[in-house]
C-alpha cells in the first residue's frame, strides 16, 4: 500500500505548496489558452499567437490543467477533487489524503521518447550556440515567392517583395533547425549553408536557434502528463516569447496588432535581435538542463539516448 511520509520525502508537496503551483502555472498559461479557444470559438486567426496551439498541437485544456510530475506526492483534500476531479482520475491514484501518479500505467514508448529528448537535450548543452542567424528564417520563407502562396494572408510585407529578396541575398542565410527550413522557398533551400533533416536533430541544433528554444515547450509536452505540468508551463513561456520576437523580426508589418519590428535588415536591428536571442538562450539553457533532468528520471536505467 502506498503510505508516503509526508514531510520526510523531499517530493512531497503539501496542499499550499502545490496550490500555489497551480496558480502559477495558470497565470503562465490560463489567459493566452483561453484567448486562443475564444478566437477558434469565432474562426478568427492570430498571427502570432496561433502558432503555439496549431504547430504544437498541445491541447488548450491540457496545458491549462496542473498535475504533479512522477514521483512527485501531493496532499489533497475530498473539497480539492470536487473542484479538481482530474487529480483522483486516471492516470493519477488516490491513497487517502495524497494522489500521485501511477508510473504503472506510463506506456513504454513514454521512455522511449524521454531517452531519446534527453540525448537532444544533452547534445544541445555540449555545442556551442550561435547567434548570427539574425532570424532570416522568416524571410526565407517567403523568399521570392509570388504574393498569394504567402503563409500569412491578409498580413502584409514591411518592404517590397524585391527589398525583402535583397536582404535575403546581402546575408548569409544559416539555420540549423529542420522545421524551419523545411518551410523555406525552393529558391532559398539552396542558399541555406546547412542542410538539417529529422533525423539528424541530435548532431545539429543548437542553444542559440530560437526554434530550438521553442521546441522546449514541444518535447516537455509530449512527455506530459509524466513530466508534471511546472515544467510545461515554463517552456510554454519561453515559447511565447520566442515566438514573438520571431515575428518582430519577420518581414511581415503587424505594428498595427502592437508589434514593433525588429529592423534585421539594419545594423541596429541585428544587434538588437542578437541582444534579445542571447536572452533567451540564457533562460532556455536553464529549461533545457531541467528537461534532460526530468527526462533521464522518465525513462529509468536502460540504454542511454
Known amino acids: 500500500m502506498f503510505l508516503p511520509e509526508a514531510p520526510a520525502q523531499p517530493d512531497f508537496l503539501e496542499l499550499d505548496a502545490w496550490l500555489e503551483r497551480m496558480r502559477a502555472h495558470s497565470r503562465?498559461?490560463?489567459?493566452?489558452?483561453?484567448?486562443?479557444?475564444?478566437?477558434?470559438?469565432?474562426?478568427?486567426?492570430?498571427?502570432?499567437?496561433?502558432?503555439?496551439?496549431?504547430?504544437?498541437?498541445?491541447?488548450p485544456a491540457k496545458l491549462k490543467r496542473w498535475l504533479p510530475a512522477l514521483g512527485q506526492v501531493i496532499e489533497v483534500t475530498d473539497a480539492v477533487l470536487v473542484e479538481m476531479p482530474w487529480l483522483a482520475a486516471v492516470p493519477?491514484?488516490?491513497?487517502?489524503?495524497?494522489?500521485?501518479?501511477?508510473?504503472?500505467?506510463?506506456?513504454?514508448?513514454?521512455?522511449?521518447?524521454?531517452?531519446?529528448?534527453?540525448?537532444?537535450?544533452?547534445?544541445?548543452?555540449?555545442?556551442?550556440?550561435?547567434f548570427k542567424c539574425f532570424g532570416l528564417h522568416?524571410?526565407?520563407?517567403?523568399?521570392?515567392?509570388?504574393?498569394?502562396?504567402?503563409?500569412?494572408?491578409?498580413?502584409?510585407?514591411?518592404?517590397s517583395p524585391e527589398r525583402v529578396a535583397s536582404v535575403v541575398e546581402s546575408m548569409t542565410v544559416c539555420c540549423s533547425h529542420y522545421d524551419a527550413y523545411r518551410f523555406?522557398?525552393?529558391?532559398?533551400?539552396?542558399?541555406?549553408?546547412?542542410?538539417?533533416?529529422?533525423?539528424?536533430?541530435?548532431?545539429?541544433?543548437?542553444?542559440?536557434?530560437?526554434?530550438?528554444?521553442?521546441?522546449?515547450?514541444?518535447?516537455?509536452?509530449?512527455?506530459?502528463?509524466?513530466?508534471?505540468?511546472?515544467?510545461?508551463?515554463?517552456?510554454?513561456?519561453?515559447?511565447?516569447a520566442g515566438r514573438d520576437l520571431d515575428m518582430r523580426a519577420s518581414p511581415y508589418d503587424l505594428a498595427h496588432l502592437g508589434y514593433e519590428p525588429v529592423l534585421i535588415e539594419t545594423l541596429e536591428g541585428r544587434l538588437q535581435y542578437e541582444a534579445e536571442q542571447r536572452d533567451l538562450a540564457v533562460r532556455a539553457a536553464d529549461l533545457r538542463l531541467r528537461l534532460q533532468e526530468a527526462a533521464e528520471a522518465l525513462a529509468g536505467p536502460g540504454k542511454p539516448g
Open 28 to 59: 503562465r498559461v490560463g489567459q493566452r489558452a483561453d484567448e486562443h479557444l475564444e478566437r477558434r470559438s469565432r474562426d478568427l486567426k492570430h498571427p502570432v499567437h496561433d502558432f503555439l496551439f496549431t504547430y504544437y498541437n498541445f491541447p
Open 92 to 130: 493519477m491514484v488516490r491513497e487517502g489524503g495524497f494522489c500521485r501518479l501511477d508510473s504503472g500505467q506510463m506506456p513504454p514508448k513514454v521512455a522511449d521518447l524521454a531517452r531519446w529528448v534527453a540525448a537532444l537535450s544533452r547534445a544541445i548543452q555540449q555545442r556551442p550556440p550561435r
Open 138 to 159: 522568416e524571410w526565407a520563407m517567403v523568399y521570392r515567392l509570388p504574393r498569394e502562396k504567402i503563409r500569412h494572408q491578409g498580413y502584409e510585407l514591411r518592404l
Open 184 to 240: 523555406f522557398t525552393p529558391l532559398a533551400l539552396p542558399m541555406n549553408t546547412l542542410r538539417p533533416t529529422l533525423e539528424g536533430r541530435v548532431d545539429l541544433e543548437q542553444g542559440g536557434c530560437l526554434h530550438t528554444n521553442m521546441d522546449l515547450y514541444k518535447w516537455s509536452s509530449k512527455l506530459w502528463p509524466w513530466i508534471g505540468s511546472d515544467l510545461v508551463g515554463e517552456c510554454f513561456d519561453l515559447a511565447w
